[in-house]
């Protein structure tokens, strides 16, 4: 341990609080991100059309003629890709979804507050209100981008070729 | 500028009905290495944490660095490095990014050079070889030492550390202690709060008492030295006879302590010349075999201070 004759000191001079700075959020997001559990649960997000697809495609549902319900929307997939993602929403939105952001924007403050590194943020300083609203902020948008994901890559490759199925 | 660094009038908090710290009025001047003493579950943990903000006084009103807290906290609190209840970070990322993390939310910081300023903290600490190491992997000690090196991102005025060699092993406490010396030596301020006296005695310059919630002695360490009153202790093989020499010559309070194979006599020599007694116990013809004039330690000190055993709270 090198304790008086460290390195020289780099130039650590304060600079103006910045009124607006990106960089709080970005590390928010990475701690979102860097965290396997995480990317496990949007993996199974991510999983569901993939499974819809496959289970029409290998089981096609007996008819689109077959009423109401979320049936129409299953069975359309065997005559348009677009369901699929349409379908897997329906099937999502009402549960996985807001689970999935449940038990990470339930970890944001609760989890820093059990691990204690809240107490740190706190004294930095951050103020509560900017912790809040960061937090709040790097949950929604990167969920609002993986519904509309969601929505667009299973399309994809059906828009090169609509009779695949 | 104000001359204190941190300065409470009547502190207090209470929990429902424990009062947990009591009208605490601390004063910690600039540039002073504040020990700050006291038993388990005396109230210092809860009084650094009013400090800080991080739990709002039930009465009273404190300031650091001479501007009234949780008013000034924005301004205040970038100055000021802090490592409370023990270490804290996420366990999947490691030491570097979780001080990188830490340098993120410190909105005064420069991103410019946020990468050099948090090697450097590691390197100070010592901790630069392990910085790819997940914090999870980190042993206690480094643990600690990571916390220590999140208080050194930045130039900070004033250190408030509560118990930084907690759970380290007597390498690690020492290389902390020269730490704080050096952090000190660069001109913060540093307060301390700590349950080892040894740690005191060897790096503190101010010394504040905490019992059962109250401040029950601040001073300069210099001063409750100076208040301490030695004692002549005198190894012989015949006490009864250096007991009445002693007498004899005014020393007061005198003690003949018979224990196997050192027999000693203790007394107050209050204005009485040591090299006197010495002179006058060989002219009675006292087989001296030791003497020395010792002062009580910190610890006793401490003790009488508190009323009772320095490890008991009630």
Known sequence: ?165 | MDESAVSSTGLTKRFRRQVAVDGVDLAVPRGAVYGFLGPNGSGKTTTIRMLLGLIGPTAGSHALLGRDMPQHSGDVLPRVGALVEGPAFHPYLSGRANLLRLDAADRTADPRTARARVDHALDRVGLLAAARKRYRAYSLGMRQRLALAATMLMPRDLLILDEPTNGLDPQGTREVRSIISALAADGATVMLSTHLLSEVEQICTHVGVMHLGKLVAQAPLVQLRAQAVPRVRVDTAQPEDAARVLTGLGVTEVEARVEAGADAVTGLPGDVAPEKIVAALVHDGVPVRGFAVVAPDLEEMFVSLTGEGFDVSG
């Open chain 1, 1 to 165: 341990m090198s304790v008086v004759e460290a390195t020289p000191a780099p130039i650590a001079q304060r600079v103006k609080p910045r009124r607006f700075s990106t960089r709080f959020y970005r590390s928010e997001l990475m701690l979102i991100f860097g965290r396997r559990r995480n990317w496990a649960g949007l993996a199974v997000l991510a999983a569901v059309p993939l499974i819809i697809a496959v289970a029409t495609k290998v089981w096609p549902p007996t008819g689109p003629a077959n009423g109401g319900g979320p049936d129409t929307f299953f069975a359309s997939i065997t005559s348009n890709g677009l369901f699929v993602s349409l379908a897997a929403l329906t099937a999502e939105l009402p549960l996985f979804l807001p689970l999935a952001v449940a038990s990470i924007a339930g970890d944001a403050v609760a989890g820093e507050a059990n691990l204690g590194t809240l107490r740190y943020l706190l004294s930095v300083p951050v103020q509560r209100t900017r912790l809040l609203l960061v937090k709040y902020a790097a949950i929604v948008a990167p969920m609002g981008c993986s519904v509309s994901v969601e929505t667009n890559i299973p399309t994809a490759p059906r828009a090169e070729s609509p009779t695949a199925m």
